[in-house]
């Protein structure tokens, strides 16, 4: 799915189990937890919707553009399976995937 709203892409990722939370206008949260989102407290990471681009932001913080034409809330699951802990960095095999 090509979100182009973080209203569009909270809706997709609840529909996928996940969490999208605005933390600020041009800001979310992605995760698991309930509440707050702490990044001692399972997988959790950033998305940011700029210039029609969205790009992945893990706390360390390492920032990636997703790629035109990639769905989104696929890259949000595959990396939420990928670890069980916080990234530093979206894993490698994550990346080729989606390039």
């Known amino acids: 799915m090509r979100c182009h709203s973080y209203a569009e892409l909270m809706d997709a990722l609840k529909a996928?189990?996940?969490?999208?939370?605005?933390?600020?206008?041009?800001q979310m949260a992605v995760s698991t937890q309930p509440g707050p989102v702490w990044p001692d407290n399972g997988n959790s990471f950033w998305l940011s919707f700029y210039d029609g681009?969205?790009?992945?932001?893990?706390?360390?913080p390492v920032g990636y553009r997703v790629p035109d034409g990639s769905d989104v809330v696929e890259v949000c699951v595959a990396c939420m399976k990928a670890v069980g802990?916080?990234?530093?960095?979206?894993p490698s095999t994550i990346v080729e995937r989606f390039r």
């Open 16 to 26: 996928a189990g996940l969490t999208g939370q605005l933390m600020n206008p041009h």
């Open 53 to 60: 681009a969205w790009f992945l932001v893990t706390w360390a």
């Open 85 to 90: 802990t916080t990234m530093a960095q979206v």
